[in-house]
DNA sequence: GCAACATAAATGCGCGCGCATGAGATGTCA
DNA sequence: TGACATCTCATGCGCGCGCATTTATGTTGC
């Protein structure tokens, strides 16, 4: 049953531990991205893709304009093109960032935080770095 | 910005290891998992949480039975009771997977493999491993 | 200048997920 | 026994996701 290979030895033991890294990575990613979701949800009114693009807003903006392609801030997320868009959109009706036209290539957008989203983003960092103590703490 | 807490010195630390921990874990997943989809879609024609339920199910089983209670198979995977239903359901359609009657709790399925499911489920098997070697070997 | 191709973002579509609820079977207790 | 809680599983519903396509621009080669 087990063992498909050729290489006897230590071959079926690597292949396990192979197998222990990927369910514990399955086990630690559902526990935690299930909780950081409720609490998210629960105490901000947020989801974890809206968090996590608020958090790569914040992070990869320039310190003083607080504002970024969308393009570029979208090859920092683990989201198609179109899942971020409609995070995108969602944030904007929420009122917690805001598109703006380039100037020199209007097929593209500009997007920046609002105060709001900046205020709203830092009360849920705080719930979100209890959680990852509570698990990784 | 950095630092909320009450405890200087290797507080900050702390925390950015956290972070660390927690980033690398969603960028494990979401990089593994994607491929694993797709690998197990395009040569199985197999989702992950089919792949994982017909996984559950040989590891669960009576090696000379082969079948288990739903709810204790449910258990053991990381979907919602409603997912998990149906999953069942799409694995019974495929003719991968069988519900039997309880005899002493008719509230109750027994789920076995069927020799199909057992075969699918091998050639997968391999697909996955090589999938996690390579991310992981 | 213009046709062909490339790029940024939005949208139509189907799917799998979780939550809430429903349907049916079983357990409990007066 | 009858009323009611509990358990197992299925289903209605809405949501966020990815894929494919569309729309609007830019870019390149002739």
């Known amino acids: 049953m087990h063992g498909h290979g050729n290489v006897p030895g230590m071959d079926a033991a690597s292949e396990v531990g192979v197998d222990v890294r990927w369910s514990e990575t399955l086990r630690t990613y559902h526990a935690v991205s299930n909780e950081l979701e409720h609490e998210l949800q629960a105490g901000h009114g947020l989801g974890l893709s809206d968090f996590e693009l608020l958090k790569a807003l914040c992070r990869c903006c320039a310190p003083d304009k607080g504002t970024v392609l969308m393009k570029d801030l979208e090859a920092e997320m683990y989201l198609s093109q179109s899942a971020f868009s409609r995070t995108v959109t969602r944030l904007e009706k929420a009122g917690f960032v805001e598109r703006a036209a380039c100037g020199f290539d209007r097929r593209s957008n500009f997007l920046a935080i609002t105060d709001a989203g900046s205020e709203r983003y830092l009360s849920a960092a ?12």
């Open 126 to 137: 705080e719930t979100h770095r209890a959680v990852l103590d509570k698990h990784f703490g």
